[in-house]
């Protein structure tokens, strides 16, 4: 049987894969007494199949539960430190306000450990077991087209330095010129070829572009465009690992 189910409750689920990681599915409003119990249920689970590799799927969770980080920073996180150098723990994301932006708090003091976030369970099995990603076809297209105010407007794909989303609205910067239309990041993403690659939840740069990147605080980064010297574009700390193996920087996993 590839998959043991451990624990199945009302706010968690827990399964053992063989492939060699836990999947933790965690489910509506979490109190403090909650969050203890789970983390500590699963901390065990995790001592006694010998397994570091963890997955929280957090798209059913609701609410904030930052009421608990200093719980988590000063008691449970000291009792995972004999596997500092081997922990990794992949987040999928809760799509509520509160929720995420605890999960994001949540990161300022898990400096230590290897974590990163994810949209779909495919791609965070891929990260944890060290896959390789999963390959996107080139485009032979060297333009791409959007509309914007009712006509179709056609940009040269190797003009984009940069593309963020503020409000909905998709911003895509070239050296001399700025287009806006109502989109999505992953949308227009999914339109560009692969070297196009997201580095923060609300930005995505053309990798040929960079010039530089230096590191910021707490994880994160700051990344610099060849042609736009002044311009500091975010790389955000659950980004900062694959965007320095996309630049050939070396990455501890």
């Known amino acids: 049987m590839e998959e043991e189910i451990l624990i199945e409750t009302d706010s968690c689920k827990v399964i053992y894969n063989q492939l060699g990681y836990l999947f933790i599915e965690v489910m509506g409003y979490f109190s403090s007494k909650l969050i203890k119990e789970n983390a500590l249920g699963v901390l065990d689970i995790a001592h006694v199949k010998e397994c570091p590799n963890i997955i929280i799927d957090q798209t059913k969770m609701r609410g904030t539960w930052s009421y608990a980080l200093k719980w988590?920073?000063?008691?449970?996180?000291?009792l995972i430190q004999e596997w500092k150098d081997e922990i990794k723990i992949a987040y999928i994301c809760s799509t509520d306000s509160s929720s995420k932006q605890s999960l994001y708090r949540f990161f300022e003091i898990t400096n230590e450990f290897d974590v990163q976030v994810f949209d779909q369970l495919e791609d965070s099995k891929r990260w944890l077991l060290s896959l390789p990603p999963e390959e996107k076809e080139e485009t032979n297209l060297n333009v791409i087209s959007i509309k914007n105010e009712g006509r179709h407007v056609i940009i040269e794909i190797e003009s984009i330095n940069y593309i963020y989303?503020?409000?909905?609205?998709?911003?895509?910067e070239t050296t001399d010129k700025s287009y806006e239309f109502r989109s999505s990041l992953k949308d227009i993403l999914n339109k560009l070829p692969a070297h196009f690659h997201q580095i923060h939840r609300s930005y995505a740069v053309n990798l040929n572009q960079v010039a530089s990147i230096k590191y910021y605080a707490g994880g994160s980064y700051l990344l610099y465009i060849k042609d736009l010297p002044k311009i500091k574009i975010p790389v955000g700390r659950t980004f900062a690992a694959s965007t320095k193996k996309r630049l050939g920087i070396k990455v501890r996993w």
């Open 165 to 172: 989303v503020e409000k909905k609205i998709v911003h895509i």
């Open 72 to 78: 988590l920073e000063l008691e449970f996180l000291p």
